[in-house]
């Protein structure tokens, strides 16, 4: 019973992770007309957020080594409660990048440090549960900001809902700290390289075949996220409503897949269950590309249960491949890598849409997915060389 409160915690920090992931896209609109800024100013926000989340991320086991798992997680979300509060009473937009900071900041060590300690200490259908319970975040982030915005209150009233939730679970994780330690004395962090420079994670066989799993899939994924309906609209001839729909059922696929892959991992080992992922996802781009009407609910559809079980299969395959010795700082490198890839490839290839044609969309969705299998392939194939 006390591991189950245990995990349900830890499930419960990710939902903490993925509540505010998406609110700004949903008040910027309103946010925009108080701070009297551009719309593309929302940008400067975003690239705060993420480049904050990079260093945190770089940073985050050498510091779980000095506090611990549970003490950075409890930390890392009180500094995710302060951001969302700065962002609901700051009346100036210079003031609105400075709580910008601790958001990110919060979000990177929260995404490494509880993606390490799952990799190292539950099985694989915990982890893909663990990012399902991301996806109920994002979700229930814009409902809750919808809900506030709709009854005629303002975006802050949503931000600050959201950052007493955080709150609720800083006090959660407060109470937890002894189960955190529990887990921490049977597989200490001290034993594991945690101080390792980019130099050293790359003479790790395969790392960097690893590193680029991460940037092109999570590049593929936001790349998806902004110019997915675009492209609906305007090269499938679709509705805004229709084609939003369409995009929520993506979203909604992804976090199913993600709970059903879980299961799914009691009899399929995670190599099996990664190349089937990525061989569904490229079914699915094949689908968008080629079909019309109906046929692209069920595309966008095989597309999210594609990419459901990628992302937290690679994380839990890391001391796997690369030995544990090395695990906490490649997961590090890994996190990062990933919110390069999800800051670099949606602007870039949204400037090669306007400049030639949304037709493109799929076919860097297929690039994408080509270089994600080949690099899975390249690190089974060095593992098997190495055994």
């Known amino acids: 019973m006390r591991n189950i409160i245990f995990i349900l915690i830890i499930y419960a920090t990710y939902i903490s992770l993925g509540l505010p992931d998406s609110l700004l896209g949903v008040a910027w609109p309103e946010m925009a007309g108080d701070f009297n800024v551009g719309y593309s100013a929302a940008g ?113 009233n949503g931000y600050l809902i959201i950052s007493g939730i955080q709150l609720i679970i800083v006090i959660i994780l407060l109470f937890s700290l002894p189960l955190w330690k529990q887990k921490e004395n049977v597989s200490p962090v001290e034993s594991r390289e945690s101080t390792s420079s980019l130099r050293t994670v790359l003479k790790q066989p395969g790392v960097i075949f690893s590193l680029l799993s991460f940037l092109f899939y999570v590049g593929l994924e936001g790349t998806i996220f902004l110019w997915g309906s675009s492209y609906l609209i305007e090269v499938k001839s679709l509705s805004v409503a229709t084609a939003s729909f369409i995009i929520s059922l993506f979203f909604a696929s992804v976090t199913l897949g993600r709970i059903l892959s879980g299961f799914i991992t009691f009899w399929l080992s995670n190599q099996k269950m990664l190349l089937f992922s990525e061989v569904f996802l490229f079914i699915g781009i094949l689908t968008v590309a080629f079909g019309t009407g109906s046929i692209l609910y069920g595309g966008f559809i095989l597309i999210g249960l594609g990419c459901a079980a990628i992302f937290p299969t690679m994380m839990h395959e890391t001391p796997r491949r690369f030995g544990e010795r090395y695990s906490s700082a490649i997961i590090g490198f890994q996190v990062a890598s990933g919110y390069v890839g999800i800051t670099v490839f949606p602007p870039l290839v949204g400037t090669l849409f306007q400049n030639f044609n949304m037709n493109l969309f799929p076919i860097f969705l297929i690039v994408f997915t080509i270089i994600l299998l080949g690099a899975t392939i390249v690190i089974e194939k060095g593992r098997t060389v190495k055994n």
Do not use: E
């Open 44 to 156: 400067i926000i975003s690239m705060t957020i993420a480049i904050c989340t990079v260093i945190s991320s770089l940073q985050t086991i050498r510091i779980t080594k000095r506090l611990g798992t549970g003490r950075l997680v409890l930390g890392s979300v009180l500094l995710t409660a302060i951001g969302l509060i700065g962002f609901a009473i700051t009346q100036n937009f210079f003031l609105l990048i400075v709580a910008a900071l601790p958001l990110g900041f919060g979000a990177g060590a929260i995404d490494t440090s509880v993606n390490d300690y799952v990799a190292v200490n539950f099985k694989a259908h915990h982890m893909n549960w663990l990012h399902a319970f991301w996806g109920v975040g994002a979700t229930l982030g814009p409902i809750i900001m919808g809900i506030s915005l709709n009854n005629d209150y303002s975006w802050r």
